[in-house]
């Protein structure tokens, strides 16, 4: 009796693994799909007899990298009539200041100002949004723009991303990606946000399930007021999520912008790269709990062993022959992944690619385990406790 139930739970288990194997394969695809339906498309222009609505744009800045002048400057020179910059850096001694300082100079034309967090009243743990919000309460235009320092624009993408906010649509965000670099970290965030990220938040964005990031998200204004503005979110550490969360439980529509973020940081180090996504992951766990489940089945390497020893249960399959298959289907896929979201020549080889990829998915596991047992987020000089449901609460403080 008890062989026989051991033998039916083994098979089940077989069959469940086998079930999800083959839907992340589905997952694959979609994104695949996805990317091409919707990245790298011109958007419909409105008609030049209707008046484009004006957008504020809130810049958090903390500190400089050897690429902030020219990310910075590229939202001086985007093309769209009415917009303004909404500088929100936290101290005034900052040395991003004069940077900024610089570019209003070189730009009159261009609405600017500069706003210091320090000097208003925290309404919350997290430092972005203490670091945003008096820029926000002073905008004067019901379509917000967050945009991170890192980024760096096109001069047509604030119209592409406003011709996507319909009547429905409440926040039109951009996939992260990363501006071309030529060092090995660079290529690791490149085949990072172009496969691994990529595929789940496109396929995420497929079956309209909440994926927007904040690197770039374009939002209605008033919708934030109606429950009770930028401040109401001081709480969460992934604000991004909370704030897409406020819009879909109210009825509204979000929208991917056929333009990636196109990520451009000076600082690009394998340790800073593996913080981000380890930092990434707790924020999921806090936020979505079952992902502690789902997410080490949905990697390469563990989801591979699972299924070559489900397919060698089911089918006699040999589990060796079978790992090495996933292994290279899941390259290949990721490979052309990555072209459809890069759209242009990537900047490194096939086995630069291959490498990347390597050591991104054998790291992988880490980043989870390291994630699950040290739930305490180090962002900068600071260093938050997340508890379930994705609040926060800050354990140090910098000394001032």
Not at 197 to 214: E, K, S, V, W
Not at 262 to 285: D, H
Not at 287 to 303: A, D, G, N, Q, R
Request: charged fraction near 20%; charge should be neutral; proline fraction near 5%.
């Amino acid at each position: 009796m008890v062989r026989v139930l051991l033998f039916y739970t083994l098979y089940g288990f077989a069959i469940f693994i086998f079930g999800g194997w083959c839907f992340v394969w589905m997952l694959h695809l979609i994104a695949i799909l996805n990317g091409k339906l919707k990245l790298h498309k011109k958007s419909q222009l409105p008609s030049p007899e209707v008046p484009l609505p004006g957008v504020s744009i809130l810049k958090p800045l903390t500190g400089v990298d050897n690429n902030l002048y020219t990310n910075l400057e590229s939202f001086f020179t985007m093309n769209y009539p009415k917009y303004e910059l909404l500088f929100c850096i936290e101290d005034e001694s900052d040395p991003s200041i004069m940077l900024v300082n610089s570019l209003i100079e070189k730009h009159p034309e261009i609405d600017a100002s500069i706003f210091i967090g320090k000097c208003a009243p925290k309404v919350g743990v997290n430092p972005k949004i203490n670091n945003m919000n008096p820029g926000y309460e002073a905008a004067k235009y019901d379509l917000i723009l967050v945009s991170d320092s890192g980024i760096k624009m096109k001069e047509d993408t604030l119209l592409e991303m406003v011709c996507l906010m319909t009547e429905n649509v409440a926040l039109v965000h951009q996939m992260p990606f990363t501006c071309d670099r030529n060092n090995f970290p660079a290529v690791m965030e490149k085949v990072y946000f172009g496969t691994s990220h990529a595929r789940i938040y496109l396929a995420a964005d497929m079956f309209h399930i909440n994926c927007p990031t904040g690197m770039s998200a374009l939002m209605r204004k008033k919708l934030l007021d109606e429950v009770g503005g930028m401040k109401a979110f001081g709480q969460y550490l992934a604000e991004d999520f909370f704030f897409a969360k406020s819009f879909t439980d109210r009825g509204w529509s979000l929208r991917i912008s056929s333009q990636p973020a196109w990520q451009n940081s000076g600082i690009c180090e394998v340790a800073n790269f593996n913080s981000r996504v380890s930092r990434w992951a707790k924020l999921r766990f806090a936020m979505v709990p079952y992902t502690i489940v789902l997410e080490p089945l949905s990697e390469c390497m563990v989801l591979g062993a699972c299924a070559a020893f489900s397919v060698n249960v089911l089918f006699g399959w040999d589990p060796f022959v079978v790992y090495l298959v996933h292994i290279l289907a899941w390259l290949i896929l990721d490979w052309i992944l990555l072209n459809v979201i890069q759209n242009n020549t990537l900047p490194f080889t096939k086995m630069d690619f291959v490498i990347a990829w390597s050591f991104r998915e054998i790291g992988a596991f880490f980043h989870f385990m390291h994630a699950l047992f040290n739930p305490k987020i180090q962002w900068r000089t600071r260093t938050f406790y997340l508890k379930w449901g994705g609040l926060a609460e800050e354990v140090s403080n910098p000394k001032v």
